[in-house]
């Protein structure tokens, strides 16, 4: 399932007038893609990520997330839809540092509701699926950065989400760190039909995605590149 805003527009109090973040944004990611947002520092790009995540409510505009209209939801409805069907990638990975890479996983299953046989194998399953499996007893002060970064990954698929949103995934990463971070996510992308949104300032491995939007004063320009016609920017 996609994930689709359309005319979206955000805005916050600024003294007594207020800022656009979003200016009539719309934007469609499809299963099984990859897009990425660029843009400058202020430009909207973490405010595109909060909406799409359902943390922020937009001023207007729609919001779908895995086929639901997000717009008419509680917060507590809103809330079990990140549950179900976001997962996101941190800039910083943020494991639990007692917890070994299993444990990390395993966790995040239970809390799900899933049995604990069940969230044992699925955990072990995405670990495998990140090349992980000789690592899975280390903690994350055992770990390369790259390592932490797959773990924070394949924590975001566990409860297998419609749409994975990724913050920065490679800031922390050098290039080839980081070309292995992206081409991981786009490989997952395919193999478990995602439609993933990723927010970068890095451009050495845009090549590697669908496509690629700037955002620039809170609108977003015409797609750079689009490997497949998974967009619909106005």
Not at 35 to 62: E, F, Y
Not at 83 to 101: D, E, K
């Amino acid at each position: 399932m996609s994930l689709t805003l359309t005319g979206v527009t955000l805005t916050y109090p600024d003294g007594e007038s207020r800022v656009t973040a979003l200016d009539d944004v719309s934007l469609s990611v499809e299963p099984g893609t990859v897009t990425a947002v660029v843009g400058p520092s202020g430009s909207g790009k973490s405010s595109l990520l909060a909406v799409a995540a359902t943390l922020v409510r937009p001023d207007r505009g729609q919001v779908v997330v895995g086929g639901v209209d997000t717009g008419g939801l509680r917060e507590s409805e809103r809330a079990r839809l990140r549950r179900r069907h976001v997962g996101v990638v941190f800039q910083q990975s943020h494991l639990l540092p007692s917890l070994t890479v299993a444990e990390q996983l395993r966790v995040m299953a239970h809390l799900d509701g899933r049995p604990r046989r069940v969230a044992r194998e699925r955990a072990d399953e995405l670990i495998e699926s990140v090349g992980l499996s000789a690592l899975a007893g280390r903690r994350p002060h055992q770990l390369s950065g790259g390592q932490r970064q797959r773990v924070n990954i394949a924590r975001a698929l566990v409860n297998e989400p419609s749409v994975v949103l990724a913050d920065e995934p490679t800031s922390a990463l050098d290039r080839h760190g980081g070309e292995a971070i992206v081409d991981l996510l786009v490989n997952l992308t395919r193999d478990r039909g995602t439609a993933t949104l990723v927010v970068t300032h890095d451009h050495r491995h845009l090549d590697r995605v669908d496509a690629v939007v700037e955002v620039v004063d809170g609108r977003l320009s015409a797609h750079q590149h689009s490997r497949a016609g998974v967009l619909g920017v106005q």
